[in-house]
């Protein structure tokens, strides 16, 4: 256990860069056993397929693009005090006939050691940086447009059925099928028959697991998604926060293919960078969503680079591995933030396990669902991280910490609710001048109340952080809540504790508390001898 604290206290810092054929895309990382937090993302256009790909060399120019863009990126990356880089090479450089030797300028020149993986290896890091960031219950098909190639996975939260990594990317389309401005409807046809072409295999895997979903984690779906959602009036949410039906996707899509260059480069939404390619893409995820008529659509904002690191601290993080245990996106960023900020954890689970109680007792009194019983527990788990920061306000660092916490599979709005719960764990109660408070709707702003409010008594009910509580009666009446504890030892400071902690409760239900306690008696310590 020594050897597990120790190693959450001191996270390496890495840069992990993804080698695309259109971009190379890079992301500073606290890598910590079993887990990882990001620090900063970049990306550089560098277009390695831009004279051809498949066989043929890459250009001097075309090398030089690339090695400037590392030099950047690793400054950049120096800048953020990173001390170990992991870099990985994909279609562009696997397939170039002097991808060799631009590998070996990358390491005498710049210092780095460029890792080439294959396409199915490709797929597998994708596979595990979606998994990281999108809940997949049932089986979905993952799709990373590329450049050179487009990866596919049929799988689940649990793993990947079916791998495909095909020579369809975006830059590799446009140069064989789009001569153009705008495509004639014979090279798109031509394009999309080539397409359903390839792409057998991957239908009959994804029809074989009822697949109605599609998973996008490439910068085309994200184009597409940006678009969509300011045709659908949803630009205030993230697209990685919102499902789109695949009809409105397809939709967009089309639209793009008739479009000129010049209007697509208006269209916002579009990376003038991928003004050139986005006809391909665009032409390739109406064939997906048409053929096998996919119900709806989401973004994953994690892909291959996260991918890197998720392998990386499997298999160099054994320590930590109970936190891949859990297959729940959500239940597994609240436990990986705990032990990221040094959380008291027996502390933070008898506080979650005694607020669940009083979410259950006093259901018919506060009204609230599932989501806001969830919301509590993981409130309740992360109430204390703020004293990574310091002792003096650590609820307030605590919601700062939250609101900028790398926590996936929750929406902005319960990100806003959980924070502030944690917020209101002690301290003043809810007031008109609080700002992070009154950014909330007022229907939430109710919400947070009444889960600080129960949140309170349950840290009252382990003033002591000796887990003291054994048992817990809870009673509801018409015009009180009435708590008995039963008690391991001492019961002074847990009576106390819920008493001064019963201000906002009884504030916002309009009922008192009482609390009395009941301890086992002592152990009789043995002598020696006897």
């Known amino acids: 256990m020594a050897e597990l604290e120790q190693a959450t206290r001191s996270p390496v810092r890495m840069c992990v860069i993804d080698l695309g054929t259109n971009s190379f895309h890079a992301v500073i990382v606290d890598a910590l056993p079993g887990t990882f937090r990001v620090v900063d993302r970049f990306k550089e256009m560098v277009r390695l397929g831009e004279e051809g790909l498949q066989g043929q060399r890459l250009s001097e120019a075309a ?56 396409g199915l290896q490709e797929a597998r890091l994708i596979y595990k940086g979606v998994r990281r960031a999108v809940p997949m219950p049932e089986p979905v098909l993952i799709m990373d447009v590329g450049g050179g190639s487009v990866e596919f996975i049929v799988g689940t939260s649990q793993q990947p059925l079916h791998l495909f990594s095909l020579k369809l990317g975006a830059a590799r389309m446009t140069r ?30 994804a029809r074989a697991h009822g697949v109605r979903e599609v998973v996008g984690s490439s910068g085309a779906m994200e184009n597409l998604a ?16 919102q499902p789109f039906p695949a009809e409105d996707f397809r939709r967009v899509a089309r639209r793009i293919m008739r479009l ?29 969503l048409k053929d096998l008529a996919i119900e709806r659509v989401r973004i994953s904002p994690h892909a291959l680079r996260e991918g890197l690191v998720v392998d990386f601290v499997e298999r160099n993080a054994p320590l930590l591995a109970r936190l891949t245990a859990f297959a729940d996106v959500r239940r597994r960023s609240i436990y990986e933030m705990g032990w990221r900020f040094d959380w008291e954890y027996r ?81 003043s109660l809810p007031k008109p001048t609080h700002a992070d408070y009154m950014a909330l709707s007022e229907e939430n702003r109710v919400r947070v109340c009444k889960l600080a409010a129960l949140l309170r008594l349950a840290e009252g009910l382990d003033r002591s952080h000796n887990q003291n ?43 008192t508390v009482e609390v009395s306690a009941t301890a086992e008696p002592p152990l009789l310590e043995e002598t020696a001898g006897a």
């Open 63 to 118: 090398m030089q693009r690339a090695i400037r863009a590392l030099r950047r990126i690793r400054q950049l990356a120096e800048g953020w005090g990173a001390t170990e880089f992991l870099a990985c090479a994909t279609s562009a450089i696997r397939e170039a006939e002097n991808g060799g030797e631009l590998l070996q300028r990358i390491r005498s020149e710049v210092g780095l050691h460029v890792r080439v993986i294959d």
């Open 260 to 288: 000129s260059r010049e209007q697509r480069r208006r269209l916002r939404g579009i990376d003038p960078k991928r003004v050139d390619q986005i006809v391909a893409a665009a032409a390739l995820i109406d064939v997906v």
């Open 469 to 511: 509580v054994r048992t817990l009666h809870v009673r509801l009446e018409s015009d009180r809540l009435v708590l008995h504890l039963e008690t391991r030892g001492d019961p002074e400071l847990e009576v106390w504790g819920v008493r001064r902690s019963a201000e906002l409760f009884e504030q916002t239900f309009g009922r």
């Open 226 to 241: 940006s678009v969509c959602a300011r045709m659908r009036g949803e630009v205030a949410r993230s697209i990685y926060e």
């Open 347 to 427: 502390h933070a689970q008898q506080v979650a396990a005694l607020a669940l109680q009083l979410f259950d007792a006093t259901q018919s009194l506060h009204g609230l669902g599932h989501v806001d019983r969830e919301l509590l527990e993981y409130a309740a788990l992360l109430h204390d991280i703020g004293y990574h920061i310091s002792h003096r306000s650590h609820h307030k660092h605590g919601l700062y910490l939250i609101k900028h916490a790398d926590l996936r599979g929750f929406t902005s709005e319960e990100i806003a609710v959980l924070a502030n719960v944690v917020r209101y764990h002690r301290g």
């Open 176 to 205: 064989r099928f789009v001569r153009h401005d705008p495509a004639t409807r014979e090279e798109l046809k031509a394009l999309r028959a080539f397409y359903r072409e390839q792409l057998h295999p991957v239908f009959e895997a």
